[in-house]
């Protein structure tokens, strides 16, 4: 039962962070192959907003040390982890397309990454940070802190998921859409792709960042080799699978996939040598993957089909539209 | 001066790697047309295979030529298994990248479950470096630097010489123009990844034998190097590889010896990033969108 609670915290937490995903991906097409990075700002960034500042006898070095209490350093976190974005997508985002993009993208997050582990006067380097304050408050025996902090992150989910609905239903949500599937005609619209692309990657950050806040003060603790790079492909995984471009199925996704992975095999006899049930996690994701992509290209929730208001009938040929699922017109 | 000579040496070095591996990966780019992932996990999976191959007692040598051709089946049977069905159906771009992250994820997986994922090494004799004018490298160092001469000048034939390489650049240019004019694209799509197989399976080989030990993440970290070097000079552009990875090996080594070795990739990323600013498609293509 204690399990099953300390469950639920995360797949608010998940969902959340899918939902960013989604927008920049899903419903904006930005490849952002280095989401995880802007999730591990976050979480250090709250993480060291909200400890007291460092002293000699906690061993740990790090900056600001501000003890901010815990909404302020969320939105804080989610800031600064959206000024990331921006910074980073203005060289991004300027002039590359596609493929360009996404390695861009991973390259930047390398240095993220290459600069926070080695300077350790920033947040500690590759030895994380410890005594994170829980927002819950400490009278409370276990369970409940448990079940305090999952109302705290399940009202965040319910904020950031109306918040990225409305958006997608907006004008804004049918320009990033119109993006996504032709920049061009957007540009020949007069909008600026460069500075919407730009807008709707930082919000993607910013949502980023809070669930990466949340996510530290779930463990109470940073631990850097739970926020590799690689977690990103988890988060693509979760977003493929729920449906892409559809934010409903962006929950189900995080819902189902990165708590199922991480868990199932909590479950499974300990076999083999150390490490291989978690060999064979990373090629049930891979082959997951490439199964849904290839037999269910949409995921389990469909993204609706934009409705053409200039024609009486409907069209003839609803014609595929998502970030994964048209054709190469290329 | 002498510390800089050195590391251009060690640079030469990574290059060599790079532009072999860059080389292959341009190669499938400008024929498939979209971005592998996977590419950097089949290199650690050639510096396994050579493992297998001298666990059952082969010379490191055959050891490392069985493994470069398993490697170019691999990368064909690949394909043929995952990515072909996509193409066919014209999938776009992002979802080919995605793909090729689910071939990533699952062979790096096979590789731990079937290694571990501790280090390995080869256990080859170290050796003291020779002096060759201002650089001191090792016979394994040379002998790493060769096999890239070597291979590139045998793709180079390939590609100027031979009814095939023309095919392969015909390809390249126009693949519409290329089938109505009589080639048979599904073979030479075929060959084009038995080829870049190859070449990324030795890349990973004499990868493992200058890094000394390796782990399963081997090539995953190298890939973004190979990367870096290939959009230097222009995806797809076999040549602008082969100078990008030169660029990028020489940038990595002079890092190393003057910043720290924690920021040699780093370097070669950020000189990516920056050099993308200002030609948005790479140092040796025309200008223009990418």
């Known amino acids: ?330 | 001066m002498h510390q800089i000579m050195l590391s251009i040496g060690f640079g030469l070095v990574t290059a060599s790697i790079l532009a072999l591996a860059g080389a292959g990966l341009s190669l499938q780019f400008s024929i498939t047309n979209f971005v592998n992932f996977a590419y950097g996990d089949y290199a650690t999976l050639g510096a396994y295979l050579v493992l297998l191959g001298i666990h059952w007692h082969l010379p490191f040598l055959g050891a490392a030529i069985a493994s470069g051709i398993a490697m170019a089946l691999l990368s064909l049977l690949l394909y043929r298994v995952t990515f072909r069905s996509f193409v066919r159906r014209r999938s776009q771009n992002v979802t080919m990248l995605i793909v090729s992250i689910g071939v990533s994820l699952a062979v790096q997986g096979v590789i731990s479950a079937i290694w571990g994922s501790g280090f390995q090494t080869y256990q080859l004799t170290a050796q003291a470096p020779l002096s060759i004018g201002p650089f001191q490298l090792t016979t394994q160092q040379l002998a790493v630097i060769g096999v890239a001469v070597v291979g590139l000048l045998g793709l180079h034939i390939l590609l100027r010489y031979t009814t095939i390489g023309k095919s392969m650049r015909a390809m390249s240019d126009d693949k519409d123009l290329a089938e109505v004019s009589g080639i048979n694209t599904a073979r030479i799509t075929d060959i084009t990844w038995l080829i870049s197989g190859l070449l990324v399976g030795v890349a990973g080989i004499v990868l493992a034998v200058n890094t000394a030990s390796f782990t399963p993440l081997l090539g995953n970290q190298f890939l973004f190097l190979i990367f870096a070097g290939v959009i230097l000079g222009g995806i797809g552009k076999i040549y602008g590889a082969m100078l990008g990875a030169l660029i990028i090996g020489v940038c990595t080594e002079v890092a190393a010896g003057f910043v720290g070795s924690a920021y040699a990739d780093a370097a070669a990323f950020l000189l990516m990033i920056l050099i993308l600013l200002v030609r948005p498609s790479g140092l040796f293509t025309a200008k223009g969108r990418s």
Do not use: K
């Open chain 1, 1 to 330: 039962m204690q399990y099953v609670i300390s469950l639920l915290p995360l797949i608010c937490i998940y969902g959340i962070l899918v939902l960013g995903l989604n927008l920049q991906v899903g419903l904006t097409g930005i490849l952002n192959f280095t989401y995880f990075t802007f999730v591990a700002f976050g979480a250090y960034i709250a993480a060291v907003l909200s400890l007291g500042p460092a002293t000699s006898d906690s061993g740990m070095t790090y900056i600001l040390g501000a003890e901010i209490p815990f909404p302020l350093t969320l939105l804080l976190a989610g800031a600064a982890s959206a000024a990331l974005g921006a910074l980073i997508s203005f060289a991004a985002l300027r002039r590359l397309r596609s493929n360009y993009l996404a390695l861009v993208t991973v390259g930047a997050g390398y240095v993220v990454y290459t600069v926070v582990g080695n300077q350790t006067n920033l947040f500690n380097g590759w030895n994380g940070l410890f005594g994170v304050p829980t927002p819950a408050p400490q009278n409370l025996n276990s369970n409940g802190q448990m079940l305090f902090f999952t109302g705290v992150c399940l009202l965040f989910l319910i904020v950031v998921f109306v918040a990225l609905e409305r958006l997608r239903r907006s004008p804004l949500g049918r320009v990033i859409r119109g993006i996504r599937d032709d920049d061009g005609v957007v540009e020949a619209f007069g909008r600026n792709v460069f500075r919407v692309r730009m807008t709707v990657f930082a919000v993607g950050c910013f949502v980023a960042g809070v669930g990466g806040s949340l996510l530290v003060m779930y463990a109470t603790a940073f631990n850097p080799q739970s926020f590799l790079p690689p977690e990103t492909f988890i988060m693509f995984a979760a977003m493929i699978i729920g449906g892409v471009g559809n934010n409903w199925g962006s929950l189900l996704g995080a819902a189902v996939v990165p708590v199922a992975f991480a868990e199932v095999t909590r479950f499974l006899p300990e076999f083999g040598h150390a490490g291989l049930v978690e060999a064979l996690r990373g090629v049930a994701v891979g082959v997951l993957l490439i199964v849904v992509l290839r037999f269910m290209p949409q995921g389990v929730l469909r993204e609706r089909a934009p409705i053409d208001r200039d024609v009486r009938e409907p069209a003839v040929q609803p014609a595929p539209s998502g970030a994964l699922t048209g054709s190469n017109h290329a």
